[in-house]
């Protein structure tokens, strides 16, 4: 495959990062307009709904499309959704040639768009840059294959591996609490258990930068969540998910539910909800990633369960902690390609588990 065209599919990629948390159900794609070498055209799809990368791209480079070769990042759709097929859009503008990252896994493209551009002459190539291109859309990835989220595990730890110290609200620094505001803003969903609602009464939106808020999910097997709580009181209440059992007492419930909430109900396992249930269920409202903010509990049952697939712990200089500590695992668990950061005082160390 030519340099340029590599060079094209990386910024490609990078445009499409641009809709992350914004565009699920949906997978985030970018699309390059390619003339003799030269982009002509750029797009992204913003959010669902909204047009398609394809069709972003094609209208920015309008005449200059004919001939030329589309440069996407994810297999163009050839079915009619909430927009009209991408193959139309590709064919109709004069494209002689697609090259993209990956196949599109959802049931009603997957491998259909490539078939139906060949079927209208156009030369299709696939496959250039692809391992990069399925980690940036490994949330849509995820829910369409395996029936469930990408889930983000992030634990901030002292250094003798507690998660508290007592008279401090955060262990991390500014720094830091910035880093996991943008991992906020580019989530579908932030969960966390009732205990981090009953201890912390946290917002779980994003203020330390621009960008939008989340979903916020809680695991509360008895419904337990305050009717004052923060979640619950928010401008937007809908935004705000329980997640109980069955069986929680029905007046709590109705009293949640009459203040706004979302409440779902998910079975029991043996400590709590059913950790696999929970995320499939989020997964049929269309989540596609979720950033795990919950205690030691939650994070070692999602790492036990084999559910949790990238963790994030961010360190801070202290000693003399207080409060559970990530422990209980069977065995250890090695953060495979992992990377780390200083933020400020604090180092973050982040890498793949599954």
């Known amino acids: 495959m030519p340099e340029d065209l590599t060079r094209h599919m990386r910024r490609a990629l990078r445009v499409a990062a641009k809709g992350a948390g914004r565009t699920s159900p949906n997978p985030m794609v970018g699309a390059i307009v390619v003339q003799d070498g030269i982009a002509v055209g750029e797009g992204w799809h913003r959010a669902a709904g909204?047009?398609?990368a394809e069709v972003d791209a094609l209208r920015a480079a309008g005449e200059g499309a004919r001939g030329a070769t589309l440069v996407?990042?994810?297999?163009?759709?050839?079915?009619?959704?909430?927009t009209p097929p991408c193959v139309d859009?590709?064919?109709?503008?004069?494209?002689?040639?697609v090259v993209a990252a990956m196949r599109d896994p959802f049931p009603k493209v997957d491998g259909r768009g490539f078939r139906a551009l060949r079927a209208a002459g156009i030369a299709v190539e696939h496959g250039l840059l692809e391992d990069e291109a399925r980690r940036l859309n490994g949330g849509f990835v995820s829910r369409v294959e395996r029936g469930r989220p990408f889930v983000l595990l992030k634990l901030a730890l002292t250094i003798d591996g507690h998660t508290a110290v007592p008279g401090r609200r955060y262990l991390s620094g500014k720094r830091a609490l910035r880093e996991v505001h943008r991992l906020r803003d580019r989530s579908d969903a932030v969960l966390v258990g009732v205990g981090t609602v009953l201890a912390d009464d946290p917002r779980l939106t994003v203020r330390e930068v621009r960008g939008r808020d989340p979903l916020r999910v809680v695991l509360d097997t008895e419904a337990r969540t305050p009717l004052g709580a923060q979640i619950v009181r928010s401008r937007d209440p809908q935004r705000t998910?329980?997640?109980?059992?069955?069986?929680?007492?029905?007046?709590?419930?109705?009293?949640?539910?009459?203040?706004?909430?979302?409440?779902?109900?998910i079975p029991r396992a043996e400590a709590g909800l059913d950790l696999a249930r929970a995320l499939r269920w989020l997964a049929e409202q269309g989540v596609n990633t979720v950033l795990s903010e919950g205690g030691p509990s939650i994070a070692t049952a999602l790492i036990r369960e084999g559910l949790a697939d990238r963790a994030l712990f961010?360190?801070?200089?202290?000693?003399g902690g207080s409060g559970p500590r990530l422990e209980g695992l069977p065995e250890p668990r090695e953060l495979r390609g992992s990377v780390t950061r200083r933020w400020g005082d604090d180092v973050a160390i982040e890498g793949y588990l599954q």
């Open 241 to 265: 998910i329980l997640l109980i059992a069955r069986d929680a007492d029905q007046r709590r419930v109705a009293r949640l539910r009459a203040a706004g909430v979302l409440v779902a109900t």
């Open 89 to 97: 859009a590709i064919r109709e503008a004069g494209i002689t040639r």
């Open 72 to 82: 996407v990042t994810l297999e163009p759709c050839s079915h009619r959704g909430r």
């Open 314 to 319: 961010i360190v801070s200089p202290l000693v």
């Open 50 to 52: 909204e047009p398609h």
